[in-house]
């Protein structure tokens, strides 16, 4: 019974062992490209997160002018102008932040591409 408890053990371990040789391990570049495009997400999640609060804001100032204009107020008519132009605005914002994030994302491709071809490279040569 040791034995084949032994046996089973000696497999196990081997079979752990190479398990992990085959895992390989990113170089510099490839970290710093996976860092790149995190950020790039989270940035982009938050730029859409303002463009949605921009366009909300736009709905809102309209509703607001509307109203101004139904009842003849023309302070509330002109706060919902206002608005309007700061929504519209802040979408803008959030657009323009969103389009800087993708091209982070491409940016960290491209760097994440050079790094393997240069891993690939050195393999190689090994």
Known sequence: ????????LLVCGAMAFASLGSAQAQTAGEREAN???????????AANAEKAKGEHMEKEGKAKE???KKSGNKAEEQA????????????????ARADEAKEMEK?????EKAAVNTKKAGEKTK
């Open 1 to 8: 019974m040791t034995r084949s408890l032994l046996r089973m």
């Open 35 to 45: 860092k790149m495009e995190k950020k790039g997400n989270a940035e982009e999640k």
């Open 66 to 68: 509307k109203a101004g």
């Open 80 to 95: 919902g102008k206002d608005m309007q132009s700061k929504g519209h605005a802040t979408q803008k914002e959030g657009k």
């Open 107 to 111: 940016a960290s491709e491209k760097v």
